[in-house]
C-alpha cells in the first residue's frame, strides 16, 4: 500500500485557534523538493522523513553529533540477554490531542509497522520482533526472533496512538503524534506547523511553516527578504558565499553522515565489467568537483562510510591502473546515459562527470528526471548510471538495505540493491553484522564488506557532502545534526 500524495486539504479538526499570535511570523523552512508524505509509516523520501520528526517520536533518538541512540519516548532500556530488551516509558508524555502514551500504543505500532498487510516500507525494522508485551508500571518487553544488532536504533521509527496504527494512509499528516509539532495545514508546498506540549521537550516558541521552492534563486530572494529563516542543505555551494553575511544570515556547515555515489547498472553491459567499472572510477577527478562546485564543503570519499564513521574500514583497496589503461577500456564502448534528478546542482554535477567521462573516450549523455520518475526507473533497473546520495548514513546496517542480494527491486524484496550487486559472500557478512552486538565484530564484517566493494565497485564512493544551512538572525543558534535532521529548530528561542 502506498501513500497518496499530499493534496491541498486543511487537516481537519485543528481550528484557527492553533495559529499563531496575529503579527507573529512563524520562523520558516525552504526546501527544493515538495513534499509527498507526513504519514511516519510510510514517509521516506529525505525531507519527508525530516519533517514528520518534527511531528512525530520514537522511543529512541540519535545523538546529533555521534549518532549514537539516545533516550527519547523511552526513559531507559537494558538488555536482558541477546533477544530480550526491556525498556521504561518517560513519565507525562502525551499525544497532541492529550492522550498519555501507554505500553500499548508502543506495542500496536510495531505490530502494524510489521504487518505486511499495511505495506510500510520501515517493516524490516520492526520484523525480527517476535512480541511486544507489557511488564507494568510503564515498562515493555521486547522479544526477538532472532538477534538484531540495530534495535535500539530501529526504535526511532514514530509511535502513533493505538487506534491509528493500522489505519489508512495519512499523507497530510493528520495522525496522533508525539513530537514538538502538529500538522495545521498541509499542500505539497507548505507544511504549516503550530507548537504542540507532549512532554517530550519544552513546547517551541515559535509556530513553522516548512515551504518547498523550486527555484533557487526563488529561495535566495526570500531569504534575503527576510520571509524565511533556515535553508538546510538547500542552496548551492557557489551561491554561499555571496548569502553569508549578507542582510543578517549567516551559513553553518559540520561535516555530514552521508556519502553521494555513482551507481551502475551491474546487470547489463557494459557496466557488467568491473574492469569498466574501474576504468569510469580512475578517471574521474572528485577532488576537482569537491573543490570547484562543491565549494570544498565536501570530503573525497575512500568508501561509502565517512570518515570518522566507528565501523569505517581501511582506505581503499581497489586495483590501481594507470589512466591511459583507463581510457583504453572506454574507448570503444557504445554510448551510455547518465541519470539524475531534475535539481540544477545534481545536474551540473551530473554534465561535469559525463564531461569527464568523454574526456576519456566514453560518450555520456545526461538525462534529468523528475524524484519520482528517477527513483522508478532505477528501482525498475532502467538506468546505465545514476548520481545518487545515501542522505542519512548513520547506521552501517542500511548497507543491508542498498547491497545485500536479496535486496534487489521486485517481488518480494526488503531492500534497494538498485546496483543488482550479487555477492553472496557480501550478503553473509551482512546478515552477521546485523545480527551481533559485539562492536568489535561487526566492524570486522564491515571491513570486510566495504573492501570487496572497494575490489568490485558495484557503485563508486564520489563524496561525503556537508550538511550546510543558511540562517537568519532569528535562527541564528540552529544547527543540522549530522545526518542533516532539523530537531534544533524546536529549542530556538
Known amino acids: 500500500m502506498r501513500a497518496p500524495a499530499l493534496s491541498a486539504l486543511v487537516v481537519a479538526g485543528l481550528g484557527a485557534c492553533g495559529r499563531p499570535a496575529p503579527g507573529e511570523r512563524p520562523l520558516e523552512i525552504v526546501l527544493p523538493a515538495e513534499l509527498a508524505s507526513l504519514d511516519p509509516r510510510f514517509a521516506t523520501r529525505s525531507y519527508d522523513v525530516k519533517t514528520t520528526r518534527l511531528i512525530h517520536a520514537g522511543l529512541v533518538g540519535l545523538d546529533p553529533d555521534t549518532l549514537a541512540p539516545v ?27 492529550g492522550k498519555p502514551l501507554v505500553v500499548e500504543d508502543v506495542c500496536a505500532t510495531l505490530a502494524a509497522i510489521k504487518d505486511p498487510a499495511l505495506g510500510s516500507p520501515h517493516r524490516p525494522v520492526a520484523k525480527s520482533i517476535a512480541s511486544c508485551e507489557g511488564a507494568g508500571g510503564g515498562r515493555l518487553v521486547l522479544r526477538l526472533a532472532e538477534a538484531r544488532a540495530t534495535l535500539l536504533t530501529d526504535l526511532e521509527v514514530p509511535i502513533l496512538e493505538e487506534r491509528e496504527a493500522r489505519s489508512a494512509p495519512h499523507p497530510l499528516g493528520d495522525v496522533n503524534g508525539l513530537g514538538p509539532y502538529r500538522v495545521l495545514t498541509a499542500t505539497p508546498s507548505a507544511v504549516e506547523l503550530v507548537p504542540a506540549d507532549t512532554g517530550l521537550v519544552a513546547k517551541p516558541r515559535h509556530a513553522l511553516t516548512v515551504r518547498s521552492i523550486r527555484d533557487e534563486n526563488a529561495r535566495a530572494l526570500r531569504l534575503l527578504a527576510g520571509r524565511a529563516d533556515i535553508a538546510p542543505n538547500a542552496m548551492s555551494p ?18 555530514g553522515a552521508n556519502v553521494s555515489y555513482l551507481l551502475f547498472q551491474n546487470d547489463h ?7 569498466v567499472r574501474r576504468a569510469v572510477s580512475r578517471v574521474l577527478d572528485r577532488e576537482l568537483v569537491v573543490r570547484t562546485l562543491l565549494g570544498g564543503r565536501a570530503q573525497v570519499a575512500s568508501g561509502l562510510l565517512p570518515p570518522g564513521h566507528w565501523a569505517k ?14 581510457e583504453r577500456v572506454l574507448r570503444g564502448l557504445p554510448p551510455v546515459t547518465l541519470s539524475t534528478s531534475t535539481d540544477r546542482l545534481r545536474v551540473i ?27 522508478a526507473r532505477l528501482d525498475a533497473g532502467d538506468f546505465e548510471m545514476a548520481t545518487l546520495q545515501m542522505p542519512e548514513l548513520t547506521e552501517p546496517n542500511l548497507l543491508a538495505w542498498f547491497f545485500h542480494p536479496r535486496g534487489i527491486p521486485g517481488a518480494g524484496s526488503e531492500g534497494k540493491n538498485r546496483a543488482r550487486y550479487r555477492d553472496a559472500e557480501v550478503g553473509s557478512w551482512l546478515d552477521a553484522a546485523g545480527a551481533t552486538r559485539d562492536l568489535d565484530e561487526r566492524r570486522r564484517l564491515y571491513g570486510l564488506v566495504e573492501r570487496r566493494m572497494q575490489r568490485d565497485l558495484p557503485v563508486i564512493p564520489l563524496w561525503h557532502e556537508d550538511q550546510v544551512a543558511v540562517v ?7 544547527d543540522l545534526s549530522a545526518e542533516g535532521r532539523w530537531w534544533k529548530v524546536a529549542t530556538l528561542p
Open 71 to 97: 533516550p527519547r519516548a523511552a526513559k531507559s532500556w537494558r538488555f536482558l540477554d541477546e533477544r530480550t530488551l526491556e525498556l521504561e516509558l518517560r513519565d507525562g508524555v502525551r499525544f497532541h490531542d
Open 238 to 255: 557557489t551561491l554561499l558565499p555571496s548569502l553569508d553575511g549578507s542582510h543578517g544570515l549567516s551559513v553553518r556547515a559540520r561535516p
Open 269 to 275: 553491459p557494459p557496466f557488467d565489467r568491473p574492469e
Open 313 to 326: 574500514a581501511d582506505e581503499s583497496a581497489a586495483v590501481a591502473e594507470s589512466r591511459e589503461t583507463a
Open 349 to 375: 554535477i551530473a554534465r561535469a562527470l559525463a564531461q569527464m567521462l568523454r574526456d576519456a573516450g566514453l560518450d555520456v549523455r545526461v538525462i534529468s528526471l523528475d524524484f519520482g520518475v528517477f527513483m
Open 472 to 478: 537568519s538572525e532569528r535562527a541564528r543558534s540552529f
